[in-house]
Structure formats: C-alpha cells, structure tokens
C-alpha cells in the first residue's frame, strides 16, 4: 500500500472476524515494531504473542473491553527497563514511553498495510494481565495489541484529527503566522 495511504487508514478497528490471521503476519507486524528507533539502539521492549481464548477472554477481562474477546490472536508489548536505566538515568522513563509508542505506531501501520485490524488499548488492570501472561514484576506493560481481520461489515475510519494551523507554531510557541520571506536585492 502506499505510505501515505497506510498513515491515512490506520484506524482503531473493533469489530473483528473469526479469521485467524496468518502466523507470518503476526511475526511482520512485531518484526515492524522491532524496527522502531531505541535510545541507544538497546533492545528495550518484549512481544507476548497470545492464541490460547481463554488467555485472550482474561484480557478482555482485566482491560475492561468486551471487544478484545473477538481477536484471535493478541500481542502483549512489555518492556524492561533495566539497561536504559544503566545508561540514561532520569530520562528513562521518558524514553521508554517514546519507544514504545514509535514501536507500537510501526506495528499499526503494518497491520494496515496487510489490510489486518487492531487497536491501541492502554487501559487495563496492570496486576491481572500481568497474572494472566506471568508478567514479572520489573517488566511494565505498554499496550494490549488485538490482532484480527476486520468484521464484514466493519466501516471504521480514523477519527478526524485536529486542524494542522491549531498546532502548528513558527518561531516560537503559539505563534500561528509565518512572515513572509524578505527578498534581497531585485531577484
Ligand atoms: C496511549 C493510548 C492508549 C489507548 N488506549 C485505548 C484503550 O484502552 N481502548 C481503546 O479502545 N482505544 C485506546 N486507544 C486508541 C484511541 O482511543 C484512538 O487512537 C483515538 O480515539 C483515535 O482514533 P483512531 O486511532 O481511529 O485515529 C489508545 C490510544 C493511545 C495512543
């Protein structure tokens, strides 16, 4: 697909088919988030592939998303942040949100790309996912991947986004107007 297209598609899909999607499409969308930039290149982040329906109902259950149940495949993103921690201190928590949500955006547009459906969910009950993937207790998770096909009739598109002239400063913050470019001699 083209790159600005798959940017475009990219939607938070919550009605899903009993599909099951390909074993080499689950391991592209992870290869995809593993190509994410890392402070300092460290492998920080782990990929929980989970199949078993009733791993995958505990979930839904601690994430409080009735829709998760549908996916027949999800991949719990967890990181360690013990060697980031060596190296960077103070900023270590920062940047392993940044890489986790540069790993987790590529592994969305690769599910797009391949025409699968997921959704970023964030909210969940920490300890019970944690319970259920025998999560220990130094590794934090950083998001619940559904992955599925989208329903036949699922007409999900992504939310409109705000208007670039709100967010878009020159110069300095919150100024919204560019100045013209001063033209030097008769040219
Ligand atoms: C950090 C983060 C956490 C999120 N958690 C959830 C969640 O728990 N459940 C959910 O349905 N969507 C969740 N989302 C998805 C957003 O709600 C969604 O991206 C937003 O509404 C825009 O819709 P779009 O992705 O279709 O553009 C989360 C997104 C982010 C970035």
């Known amino acids: 697909m083209d790159f600005d297209k798959v940017i475009k598609k990219r939607a938070s899909i ?4 009993d599909k099951k999607p390909k074993y080499d499409k689950i391991i592209n969308a992870i290869e995809a988030a593993n190509l994410a930039p890392s402070p300092g290149n460290i492998p920080i982040l782990h990929f929980i592939i989970v199949e078993d329906k009733e791993k995958i109902n505990e979930i839904a259950e601690a994430c409080q998303q009735p829709f998760i149940k549908k996916a027949p495949v999800i991949v719990a993103i967890c990181s360690d942040s013990k060697k980031t921690n060596m190296m960077y201190d103070k900023r270590t928590e920062k940047y392993i949100k940044q890489h986790a949500g540069a790993a987790i955006e590529n592994f969305l ?7 699968l459906a997921s ?13 259920a993937l025998k999560i220990p207790e130094n590794i934090d998770i950083e998001a619940i ?3 599925a096909y989208p329903s036949k009739v699922d007409k999900t ?15 300095e913050y919150k100024n919204k107007y560019k100045k ?8």
């Open 157 to 171: 598109n992504q939310k409109p986004k705000t208007n670039l002239g709100n967010i878009c400063f020159f110069e």
């Open 145 to 147: 991947l559904p992955i």
């Open 119 to 131: 959704c970023w969910v964030g909210a969940f009950v920490n300890m019970e996912i944690k319970s």
């Open 109 to 115: 547009l690769k599910i797009t790309d391949m025409k």
């Open 180 to 187: 013209k470019p001063i033209k030097i001699g008769g040219h």
């Open 14 to 17: 919550k009605n899903y088919s």
